[in-house]
């Protein structure tokens, strides 16, 4: 296990790149910072850009500074799929969109009137989407930084994180009203409205997920230490997972309430991850078994804060349908990168998401 060192205060959120070489660190010291994943130094800047080398010919690589630029708190993170572009998000309300190879700022978008709580790039990289605690969900052309679109919904609640869906069609926005909402953001409206966790006291995320021959699903963080997942299409709570409940062997440090909380779950073909706040990073595998997804038990590895691990028997992560249940088989969309990133669009079928 390495650890990397070199901000000069707390790190609050941390991003891949699409080709799993680097990591990005965003940190309390307004700072962010790109790693190499092999050898878990300071990335170097791509040869031809940065400092001269000594004969004035072309730049020679050299170890990228801290990208520094925000004015407050870095909160969120989001490489483009090329890994070529990473946004940044922060508690001074902007949103900052970065060249990964030269280490520099590429621009600076004065995004919102309250912090950055979310930051996601389409599945083509034309778009970037924001959200924030003042209720706004931003839709941004990443070459041009023009605000192409501006969601709010009437209640107005703060959102606290944001993603697209596979096709680039829709945004998912995870609320602080127990509610998670999927945006058409072509048409400007909620299509779907998912329920059954509880969030209204965290900045929680989740995100979307695939399983082969069943279709798309939602997982979604818990204030009471719930993983839940979610059909796209009927928007039934499909399972229930208690990964990070209270209990003797989780529960550290004492008696408070916010012991049980998950705040984050991600998912990785059958891969799910899940963070709480009893310290420990979950790992969860999906059973699969003669073709079927089933709901056998899967062991998940549990990583805890002092990099330990331990093992339990957790659910399968599933989607929830039973035999005979019939299967969706139109598979997710890719956007076509020539054409306009916003345009109008007839009605889409949401099996399709």
């Not at 107005?156 to 127990?178: E, M, Q």
């Amino acid at each position: 296990m390495d650890t990397l060192v070199g901000h000069m205060a707390g790190v609050s959120c941390v991003a891949w790149s699409p080709n799993s070489e680097s990591l990005a660190t965003g940190s309390d010291d307004k700072s962010i910072r790109l790693w190499d994943r092999v050898t878990g130094r300071p990335k170097v800047t791509a040869k031809g850009v940065g400092h001269m080398a000594k004969d004035d010919a072309a730049p020679a690589a050299h170890p990228m500074p801290p990208l520094r630029g925000h004015h407050n708190y870095v909160m969120c993170l989001a490489f483009s799929p090329r890994g070529n572009i990473l946004a940044s998000g922060s508690y001074d309300e902007a949103v900052f969109l970065w060249d990964v190879r030269a280490g520099r700022l590429m621009r600076s978008l004065p995004a919102h009137s309250d912090p950055v709580s979310g930051i996601d790039f389409s599945c083509d990289g034309t778009l970037v989407v924001s959200c924030s605690t003042d209720g706004l969900i931003r839709i941004w052309d990443t070459y041009t930084g023009q605000c192409l679109r501006t969601l709010v919904h009437e209640d107005n609640p703060a959102v606290t994180s944001v993603c697209f869906a596979p096709n680039g069609r829709f945004v998912l926005a995870f609320n602080l009203d127990n509610s998670i909402r999927l945006w058409d953001y072509v048409a400007g409206s909620v299509k779907k409205t998912y329920q059954g966790h509880a969030n209204n006291r965290f900045a929680i995320g989740g995100c979307f997920g695939l399983v082969p021959g069943e279709g798309a699903f939602i997982a979604s963080a818990s204030e009471d230490g719930e993983i839940v997942l979610w059909d796209v299409v009927t928007k039934e709570v499909v399972q229930r997972i208690p990964t990070h409940k209270k209990d003797s062997s989780s529960h550290r440090g004492g008696g408070g309430k916010g012991a049980s909380v998950c705040f984050w779950v991600d998912v990785h073909g059958d891969v799910m991850v899940s963070a709480g706040q009893d310290g420990r990073i979950r790992i969860f595998k999906r059973a699969l078994g003669d073709g079927e997804v089933g709901g056998a038990e899967a062991v998940a590895a549990a990583v805890a804060a002092d990099g330990t691990e331990t093992n339990g028997a957790e659910k399968a992560l599933t989607n929830g349908h039973t035999n005979g249940e019939e299967a969706r088989e139109e598979e997710v969309a890719h956007v076509n990168g020539t054409e306009p990133p916003i345009k109008q669009e007839e009605d889409v079928d949401m099996a399709g998401v």
